[in-house]
């Protein structure tokens, strides 16, 4: 029963590393150089590209680690290295639009109009009206073309999107990243289905281990779940911990069995808070790298 359990709790930290991060990989990836993004965006070039650098030699696959090299070759004066960092990035993630948007300003530096109206038409449709900027340069590519008309639609445009996005902000700020999101609701049905495991364990273990075994791992899944949130995990938890065992089990007659499953019950309770935080520390730690 035991081995059965730490598979159990093994498949389900799998599950939380690969399938509940409902991020896009290049979501991810952003958070994880989110220290080198931080240096350029606060104008320290130097240092961003030298961060930058280190980490495509470290994962050489990482599209955003490309497209903020290439946006430091830019602000360099090195815009053929820039061009091939922004391709290499999009031949590693096409999704990201950001990329497309970058590579089409490049285009439209070197006098490349049609090349960079490709690359624009892309990122107009891979944004998904998330941004204004596709429209707005896509806008200048028309200029450059002559098509005046397309132009003055994609201005309009970008700024009726422009107005649009902002109010959706201001009004919404919170919406943005809600506390209560599809990926909390998942992992509170799971947290329902450890407690009632947990429970369960707790009636029919022979000693605390197996209790505290059990609790440590749900514990480490919570903080990798949520490492922001986990401690509402935590709580949900323990109460229905308290709740599934006082209420839908029968208290043993036996003064020594009661005794045992009541430092089962408890001690993983504390164990709860104690291990969810440390699952926390551990992904947050993960995400940095």
């Given amino acids: 029963m035991e081995f059965l359990v730490v598979i159990a709790f093994f498949g389900y930290i799998y599950y939380l ?15 994880a150089v989110s220290e080198g993004i931080k240096l350029y965006n606060d104008g320290q070039i130097d240092k961003a ?38 391709q290499a990035g999009l ?9 497309y948007l970058e590579l089409g300003k490049i285009y439209l530096e070197q006098n490349q109009p049609e090349q960079a109206l490709s690359a624009l038409n892309k990122a107009v449709s891979v944004s998904e009206e998330q941004s204004e900027a596709p429209y707005h340069w896509r806008a200048k590519a028309f200029e ?22 902002q109010k959706t902000h201001s009004g919404f700020n919170s919406s943005k990243a809600p506390f209560f999101d599809k990926r909390l609701a998942i992992n509170m049905v799971m947290i329902s289905l450890t407690s009632v495991l947990l429970v369960y364990v707790i009636k029919n273990a022979e000693s605390i ?7 440590v791992f749900a514990a480490i899944s919570i903080g990798f779940a949520e490492p922001y949130k986990g401690w509402l995990l935590a709580i949900m938890q323990c109460i229905l911990m308290l709740a599934g065992y006082h209420f839908f089990t029968d208290l043993p007659e036996d003064r020594a069995r009661q005794e045992l ?17 440390l699952g926390g520390f551990l992904k947050r730690a993960l995400n940095m790298k």
């Fill in 17 to 31: 590393r690969n399938y509940a991060d409902l991020r896009t990989p290049s979501e991810k990836e952003a958070a």
């Fill in 49 to 86: 590209y030298a961060y930058f650098d280190s980490r495509i030699r470290q994962k050489p696959k990482s599209c955003i680690a490309y497209l903020y090299r290439g946006l430091c070759q830019k602000a360099l004066g090195n815009p053929e290295a820039a061009l091939k960092d922004i």
């Fill in 91 to 99: 031949s590693y993630d096409d999704q990201v639009f950001t990329l």
């Fill in 144 to 165: 450059q073309l002559g098509r005046n008309i397309e132009a003055e639609q994609d201005t309009k445009h970008a700024q009726e999107l422009r107005a649009r996005l």
């Fill in 209 to 215: 281990h197996l209790p505290y075994l059990v609790a």
């Fill in 261 to 277: 499953e009541n430092f089962s019950l408890y001690g993983s309770m504390i164990l709860t808070f104690a291990a969810s935080f």
